[in-house]
């Protein structure tokens, strides 16, 4: 019996549950048909025009990704954009964002899992279960910040990391946040962390940190959450053994580095 967009929604739902995202944000089934049978679903970070096109040419009708193909609301869809080839293409589209990124086995458990460290809480909870966004990890031999960037370079494969020093010799506590985490540097602090590792950082969260002592890592937007449409496909392929599920090979860095 084929499996519905609509019960692979159901699924993510239990892993990932909707009413946990935050309320500016846009999950659960954004186009397409609950109703429609699932041939192959493609798992990734962003829909761009070559994940639809790599959709297609692999016959997957389900594109679930981690950031939402449509956050605000739209004025026009032309015919080049991400939303009209998923309309002109049949294809369903599917985003679990910040209620994945808080969820347990997630995105940030997937980025702590790359860098090697077992978590041992959050950065912030937002739930009374416990969950929350971001990790804590403790290191017991610890990192200079230097080596802490290098380690992120490496483990999270990545052309470059910026990084700032902080007042502490030995980092032996570390916070993480997948994404856009900034804001949460002196939450990290609070808890004991002499170092946060995110994405986005804004000149002024540089600042706060050299005044804090904090040692700070950005590894990127994209280099903090690629792996989330690896752990996404790897969870989906559990759940439905019978449906081709791929993460999608043409996702990529959409900048560059010179």
Same mark, same amino acid.
């Given at each position: 019996?084929?499996?519905?967009?609509?019960?692979?929604? @159901?699924?993510?739902?239990?892993?990932?549950? =909707?009413?946990?995202? +935050?309320?500016?944000? &846009?999950?659960?089934?954004?186009? #397409?048909?609950?109703?429609?049978?699932?041939?192959?679903?493609?798992? $990734?970070?962003?829909?761009?025009?070559?994940?639809?096109?790599?959709?297609?040419?692999?016959? *997957?009708?389900?594109?679930?990704?981690?950031?939402?193909?449509?956050?605000?609301?739209?004025?026009?869809?032309?015919?080049?954009?991400?939303?009209?080839?998923?309309?002109?293409? @049949?294809?369903?589209?599917?985003?679990?964002?910040? &209620?994945?990124?808080?969820?347990?086995? #997630?995105? &940030? @458990?997937?980025?702590?899992?790359?860098?090697?460290?077992?978590?041992? /809480?959050?950065?912030?909870?937002?739930?009374? &279960?416990?969950?929350?966004?971001?990790?804590?990890?403790?290191?017991?031999?610890?990192?200079?910040?230097?080596?802490?960037?290098?380690? $992120?370079?490496?483990?999270?494969?990545? +052309?470059?990391?910026?990084?700032?020093?902080?007042? *502490?010799?030995?980092?032996?506590?570390?916070?993480? $946040?997948? #994404?856009? #985490?900034?804001?949460? =540097?002196?939450?990290?602090?609070? =808890?004991? $962390?002499?170092?946060?590792?995110?994405? @986005?950082?804004?000149?002024?969260?540089?600042?706060?940190?050299?005044?804090?002592?904090? *040692?700070?890592?950005?590894?990127?937007?994209? /280099?903090?959450?690629?792996?989330?449409?690896?752990?996404?496909?790897?969870?989906?392929?559990?759940?439905?053994?019978?449906?081709?599920?791929?993460?999608?090979?043409?996702?990529?860095?959409?900048?560059?580095?010179?």
């Amino acid at each position: 019996m084929s499996q519905t967009v609509g019960q692979v929604l @159901d699924f993510l739902n239990t892993i990932a549950p =909707l009413s946990t995202a +935050e309320s500016y944000d &846009n999950v659960g089934l954004l186009a #397409g048909s609950a109703d429609a049978a699932v041939t192959g679903i493609a798992t $990734c970070l962003d829909i761009t025009p070559e994940i639809v096109d790599e959709a297609v040419s692999k016959n *997957a009708n389900l594109i679930v990704s981690h950031h939402p193909v449509i956050f605000h609301p739209l004025k026009r869809i032309m015919a080049d954009s991400p939303v009209y080839m998923l309309i002109r293409s @049949d294809i369903s589209a599917i985003a679990i964002h910040t &209620n994945f990124d808080m969820s347990e086995g #997630g995105v &940030n @458990d997937a980025l702590l899992e790359l860098l090697g460290w077992e978590s041992s /809480g959050v950065l912030e909870q937002t739930n009374p &279960n416990g969950l929350g966004i971001g990790g804590v990890a403790d290191l017991p031999l610890g990192f200079t910040a230097k080596a802490l960037a290098e380690h $992120c370079k490496q483990s999270l494969d990545l +052309e470059s990391v910026k990084y700032c020093e902080g007042s *502490a010799n030995a980092i032996t506590r570390v916070g993480v $946040c997948s #994404g856009s #985490g900034g804001d949460l =540097l002196r939450q990290a602090k609070e =808890l004991g $962390c002499q170092a946060l590792i995110t994405g @986005d950082v804004k000149h002024s969260v540089w600042i706060e940190a050299h005044n804090l002592g904090m *040692a700070l890592i950005d590894a990127g937007h994209y /280099g903090t959450e690629k792996c989330a449409s690896h752990r996404i496909a790897a969870l989906l392929s559990r759940a439905f053994p019978d449906i081709p599920i791929f993460a999608a090979e043409s996702e990529k860095e959409p900048c560059r580095y010179v």
